[in-house]
């Protein structure tokens, strides 16, 4: 069984099958216990994500004066994040893994993942702090970011976080000032052509430069224990990985010829998530990656990973209603009443353009924001329509009128648009869509502008093995 608390802090449950009443008193006396400086965590529930769904919806009153109660908000099924862990320390058992905080910094996530010994790669003071408030040990923290603030480096150093990467010679006498104990790991440039996000633009030593960075440090007398790189989020090509690593392996070599002998090797993020099944899976990558490091690095040699979107791109799903509509004849005019036979036009001759356009209340400035940061494509599925709930229902049938849509984010900003072309039923205000796989590089990067509120992100289990104390 899995605890995932720590010290005075507590998940709380609802049991789905004891009265309401039993439930409060429970509730009650676990407040009392606890005493009144301690924060109560989020609910836990034990639910299957459709259930939550539903219920979040049955809730809401269309008379309430809650002007916050219709809200898109998220599922995050824990249980997945779980299934995820289990997954990656079968096929990669050798790598440790570190989850990269940038990409979901969700405080339930990390407090599992914690619970579970997974480290954590962090790129700021903030990051940092968030850990270690978890109980964690600094040796399970790399400060991964090569361009860091003194004050935060300072801080680093006086909390004994000691994994620290760099990639030029500025930053090795930055840390000779302020952190001059650390653990260096040098940061190496790889073939990332491969993937959506390039990270080598900014980040990573050529290899041409890696032997001047090995004699500076070496003259600054710090300890540069190994060997970071990272092939690029949204990898596409598995083999990028093991070429990444046969890089490591000269660097390795080189670093004899400045008397360091290197023990550590980070390989860094790009790893797929769970909902990715063809092309390149998880699979092709461990198989890559874990039978080259085995090939080419000793035993003795720590490996390991900082994958973030594998862990939580599958375990969120969010939840939108259309908050408006708009109907658009083929001339590109406003129709009047005609709204079900503008659905069948733009059924009819697909080549035309959107016969709605719908706006619902998250987007681009909000969780929608991977799909400028990320490049991700998001699919809008009918959550709720016409007083039906048709969550993961199965494809609509050949005689269901479906129209070309385009979905909107709710601000006054006409960059905010989520899909141009969808096939959608017709949709009226106050039917509610999904999108599944949510969980990478959305919510974390989510602003406030024009006002929009961040989406809720309501927890739930789907795996036993993950308890919860009450």
Same mark, same amino acid.
């Given at each position: 069984?899995?605890?995932?608390?720590?010290?005075?802090?507590?998940?709380?449950?609802?049991?789905?099958?004891?009265?309401?009443?039993?439930?409060?008193?429970?509730?009650?006396?676990?407040?009392?216990?606890?005493?009144?400086?301690?924060?109560?965590?989020?609910?836990?529930? $034990?639910?299957? &994500?459709?259930? %939550? /769904?539903? +219920?979040?919806?049955? !809730?809401?009153?269309?008379?309430?004066?809650? *002007?916050? =109660?219709?809200?898109?908000?998220?599922?995050?099924?824990?249980?997945?994040?779980?299934?995820?862990?289990?997954?990656?320390?079968?096929?990669?058992?050798?790598?440790?893994?570190?989850?990269?905080?940038?990409?979901?910094?969700?405080?339930?996530?990390?407090?599992?993942?914690?619970?579970?010994?997974?480290?954590?790669?962090?790129?700021?003071?903030?990051?940092?702090?968030?850990?270690?408030?978890?109980?964690?040990?600094?040796?399970?923290?790399?400060?991964?970011?090569?361009?860091?603030?003194?004050?935060?480096?300072?801080?680093?150093?006086?909390?004994?976080?000691?994994?620290?990467?760099?990639?030029?010679?500025?930053?090795?006498?930055?840390?000779?000032?302020?952190?001059?104990? $650390?653990?260096? &790991?040098?940061? %190496? /440039?790889? +073939?990332?052509?491969? !993937?959506?996000?390039?990270?080598?633009?900014? *980040?990573? =030593?050529?290899?041409?430069?890696?032997?001047?960075?090995?004699?500076?440090?070496?003259?600054?007398?710090?300890?540069?224990?190994?060997?970071?790189?990272?092939?690029?989020s949204g990898c596409f090509d598995a083999h990028a990985f093991g070429e990444a690593v046969i890089r490591a392996r000269r660097v390795f070599d080189q670093a004899k010829d400045y008397g360091f002998d290197f023990k550590f090797l980070d390989v860094g993020g790009g790893f797929p998530s769970a909902h990715v099944t063809e092309g390149i899976t998880f699979e092709k990558v461990a198989g890559i990656l874990g039978s080259t490091v085995d090939a080419l690095f000793g035993p003795e040699v720590r490996v390991i990973a900082e994958p973030g979107r594998y862990y939580v791109g599958s375990a969120f799903t969010l939840a939108t209603q259309v908050i408006a509509r708009r109907t658009v004849t083929s001339d590109g005019d406003e129709?009047?009443?005609?709204?079900? =036979?503008?659905?069948?036009?733009?059924?009819?001759?697909?080549?035309?353009?959107?016969?709605?356009?719908?706006?619902?209340?998250?987007?681009?400035?909000?969780?929608?924001?991977?799909?400028?940061?990320?490049?991700?494509?998001?699919?809008?599925?009918?959550?709720?329509?016409?007083?039906?709930?048709?969550?993961?229902?199965?494809?609509?049938?050949?005689?269901?009128?479906?129209?070309?849509?385009?979905?909107?984010?709710?601000?006054?900003?006409?960059?905010?648009?989520?899909?141009?072309?969808?096939?959608?039923?017709?949709?009226?205000?106050?039917?509610?869509?999904?999108?599944?796989?949510?969980?990478?590089?959305?919510?974390?990067?989510?602003?406030?502008?024009?006002?929009?509120?961040?989406?809720?992100?309501?927890?739930?289990?789907?795996?036993?093995?993950?308890?919860?104390?009450?």
């Amino acid at each position: 069984m899995i605890d995932v608390s720590f010290q005075q802090d507590h998940f709380e449950v609802v049991p789905t099958l004891v009265q309401p009443t039993m439930v409060e008193a429970i509730k009650s006396q676990a407040r009392a216990q606890m005493g009144a400086k301690t924060q109560l965590l989020p609910e836990v529930y $034990a639910l299957p &994500v459709s259930q %939550i /769904l539903q +219920d979040r919806l049955a !809730s809401f009153d269309p008379e309430s004066e809650d *002007f916050e =109660a219709e809200n898109a908000f998220y599922v995050a099924d824990l249980g997945e994040v779980f299934r995820q862990h289990k997954r990656w320390k079968a096929l990669l058992p050798r790598i440790e893994p570190f989850f990269a905080m940038k990409c979901n910094p969700d405080p339930m996530v990390m407090r599992l993942l914690a619970s579970l010994g997974a480290g954590f790669d962090c790129a700021s003071k903030n990051e940092i702090q968030a850990v270690l408030d978890l109980g964690v040990d600094p040796s399970r923290i790399i400060y991964a970011n090569p361009c860091k603030q003194n004050a935060f480096v300072k801080y680093a150093h006086a909390n004994k976080v000691r994994l620290i990467t760099f990639d030029n010679a500025e930053e090795l006498h930055k840390i000779k000032r302020f952190h001059p104990d $650390a653990q260096c &790991v040098l940061r %190496i /440039l790889t +073939d990332d052509s491969k !993937s959506l996000c390039k990270l080598g633009l900014k *980040f990573g =030593a050529p290899l041409n430069t890696t032997g001047s960075l090995l004699a500076t440090a070496q003259a600054l007398g710090l300890d540069v224990i190994g060997v970071s790189f990272h092939v690029g989020s949204g990898c596409f090509d598995a083999h990028a990985f093991g070429e990444a690593v046969i890089r490591a392996r000269r660097v390795f070599d080189q670093a004899k010829d400045y008397g360091f002998d290197f023990k550590f090797l980070d390989v860094g993020g790009g790893f797929p998530s769970a909902h990715v099944t063809e092309g390149i899976t998880f699979e092709k990558v461990a198989g890559i990656l874990g039978s080259t490091v085995d090939a080419l690095f000793g035993p003795e040699v720590r490996v390991i990973a900082e994958p973030g979107r594998y862990y939580v791109g599958s375990a969120f799903t969010l939840a939108t209603q259309v908050i408006a509509r708009r109907t658009v004849t083929s001339d590109g005019d406003e129709a009047g009443c005609s709204d079900v =036979a503008a659905a069948q036009e733009a059924q009819e001759a697909p080549e035309q353009g959107p016969s709605h356009m719908y706006y619902i209340n998250d987007g681009m400035y909000g969780s929608f924001n991977c799909i400028m940061f990320d490049h991700q494509i998001c699919e809008p599925k009918v959550l709720y329509r016409d007083g039906i709930f048709s969550y993961q229902a199965s494809p609509a049938s050949p005689d269901e009128l479906l129209g070309l849509a385009s979905v909107w984010g709710p601000t006054c900003d006409s960059i905010d648009c989520i899909t141009a072309r969808a096939r959608l039923p017709l949709l009226e205000t106050g039917h509610w869509l999904y999108f599944e796989n949510m969980g990478a590089y959305t919510i974390t990067a989510a602003s406030q502008f024009n006002g929009f509120r961040k989406s809720e992100v309501l927890y739930t289990t789907t795996e036993a093995e993950v308890s919860f104390r009450v």
